[in-house]
């Protein structure tokens, strides 16, 4: 039995389905025939092989390419069962989570001062929790020794903020907190751009405007680069400000 | 192309005369979203310029219907290992069989419009795809192909309901209206041979894609038009008080029959077919975003595929309303009889 589950979204160009085999077992199918969606396939795959070297995980998780001609590709992932955080409850609500996935990203990626391999879209909504334990997914935007360390944890916590900016309609002081004290669990371990103190939200966007070829089109979808600048600026000296509060 | 399948490659020269590098039987017909005029000059400036550079200048907004990269979603059905031979029947610009000879060994592609034909030759030739023959005939006189040339996979991709159809359609002129015409015959027996032909051109594990409308798509009871004939409840109404609204409005018979599930299921059946699975498609299958096996019982993880936003990102008071009704009829009610459209992969 299969599904199409998702169907070329936020311009990619790769349509992804699951498969039910007759063991019940399950298997996610990506595929795709245009050239961006050929590259994104390819890139997923490169990311799981890196990712699976250095994650702990009690069962391996297989990806591999299934079919590859110079038109088309078909990669197959092991489906994860488990518990995926609800993206836009805010910070608070994942706390948790996002402790996990902070941890999770410290341990992948120890620090360094060099340019690091990069998710490229570390968010809640790609995050399975399984039996205690963590597991990334959806890997097709991997780049190696392409961003500064801490970028995915930044990129998770700018996310996360807009999200609960979204739904409470104001900047909440525990939301606030909660993405202040992830940001220092980071700054234990390493170094991040002291840039990102002062303008977290409007480092972070130009960042991505600026090496927005690491994404192609699919950059769009980056729900904080849609908001008006005077907000990212009131949203960077409140954040800045909690973060000369607490040293 | 001759290396891999010289036996279907000589049995089409056998029946067909080869002009312009396209195998073409005796027939006229048209059928095109383009008037003959519209296409005369997509043909004129395909000699210089690529077909989709052609379609950018001249018709933009089919460029994403032809080209769109959802549009192969359901090919994934037939779980094609690459080595298939295939007929695309009706295949117009090649929205399929481009995707389709991308993954398989080789593809036929029919279509009775010699314009379609002519782009998606121009087509193949930009992309480099170099697996696909292309014959113009009308898809009711298909021969019967010899044993030996019988194919792996039919597709079927929004063609069924207009097999009955006569006559040429420039779709912008004949759409809605009124054009007397007289049919014979029953649709439905036209549309049961058409499928009987394609299963006996099939080899013996050869499967059947089909793509097609709900006849009892929700959408149909809210008062949105069939999108075949513009009429309102044509296709949920009886098909004789169909065809007296359709004779009354447009001066023709009903012909672009469509089926609901049980419906699709039957008719497959009766052309000879063994197993059909089937599938609910949303919104539609010609853009799908889920396609969900119809035996699965509770559709919990349905997600509404309608936007609230148009293409210009206005949030419309008919989407959001449309949505609405899509999350209570499939995720709330789980009327999964009612969805959108309709895939079916047959077995022979």
Known sequence: ?247 | MLLFYSSLVDFLHSQYAMIDGLFVADVEGYWSNLTKAENKVILESLKNDSARETLLRYQPWIENVIYSPKRQAGLELLQLQGDEVCIDYGCMWGALTVPLALRTRFVLSVDQTLESLQFLKARLRDESVDNVALLRNDLRKMPVFPEHVRVDIAVVNGVLEWIPEIGDIELKTYYGRRHMKAYSGCPGEQQEAFLRRVHENLNEEGRLYLAIENRFDFKMFLGIRDPHSNTLFTTILPRKVANWLSLAKLGRSYVNWTYSFGGIASLLKRAGFSRVELYMCFPDYRFPERIIPYENKWLKDFRPTISIRDINGRVGFRRLVGRFVETMVFKVFRLKSLSPSIIAVAEK
């Open chain 1, 1 to 247: 039995m299969i599904e199409l589950i998702r169907n070329c979204e936020h311009g990619s160009c790769v349509s992804t389905y699951v498969v039910h085999g007759t063991d019940s077992r399950k298997t996610i199918v990506k595929l795709s025939h245009d050239p961006v969606g050929i590259e994104d396939l390819r890139r997923e795959f490169e990311g799981w092989k890196w990712y699976h070297l250095r994650v702990d995980s009690h069962h391996p998780i297989a990806c591999k390419i299934v079919q590859e001609n110079p038109g088309f590709v078909k990669l197959c992932i092991d489906y994860i069962e488990g518990t995926i955080p609800c993206y836009t409850r805010g910070l608070v609500h994942n706390r948790k989570y996002l402790d996990a996935m902070v941890s999770h990203y410290l341990t992948i990626w120890p620090y360094s001062g060099d340019l690091v391999a990069m998710h490229g879209d570390y968010s809640l909504g790609n995050a399975v929790f399984q039996q205690g334990q963590l597991l990334m997914i959806d890997w097709e935007h991997f780049r190696s020794s392409a961003v500064f360390w801490g970028f995915d944890v930044v990129y998770l916590l700018v996310e996360a903020l807009f999200y609960s900016v979204r739904r409470f309609r104001r900047i909440r002081a525990d939301e606030l907190d909660v993405f202040i004290k992830c940001a220092q669990s980071v700054q234990d371990r390493g170094e991040l751009p002291s840039e990102f103190y002062s303008r977290p939200v409007g480092y972070l966007s130009d960042f991505i405007r600026e090496k927005r070829e690491l994404w192609g089109d699919q950059y769009l979808k980056f729900p904080f680069l849609s908001l008006e600048k005077p907000f990212v600026v009131e949203l960077d000296d409140r954040i800045s400000l909690e973060f000369k509060r607490c040293g």
